[in-house]
């Protein structure tokens, strides 16, 4: 009764609603975390909204993690999209490049490409392999 009178109360805990940790695992690997976040406060409102760190915190706990590719393409993204600020024209930038060989021809995989879309360009001959 005393806790009461003085305001005391449980926390009110919010659940991940299903759908948007099945939009989380889709969508980790091309989409940053401030995106994701507007993308939750408009579909899933919570009282107190939604931040970055529950973002983080959700992929920790799926054991979710992206790796350099993945950054690298979530960055060209946001440039594109006016986000993240243009390229610093002094500033040569590094640029990844993975090469995937197949059939023992070496192949470019551009930024964003998955394997699966390479892997299809080069069965239907709409890509060559690069020289060595």
Known sequence: MKAYELGLQRIKLEYWPVEAVDYLISNYKIMGNV?????FNSMFPKSKG?????IDKKLEQLHLKRNKRDWYSIIERNRLQGRYGNP??????????VI???KEKKYLLKPGQSKEELFDLIITNKVEPIEN
């Open 50 to 54: 939604w931040t970055t760190s529950h």
């Open 88 to 97: 610093n024209p002094k500033k040569n930038g590094r640029q990844l490049k």
């Open 35 to 39: 995106e994701i976040v507007e993308y």
């Open 100 to 102: 995937v060989t197949f």
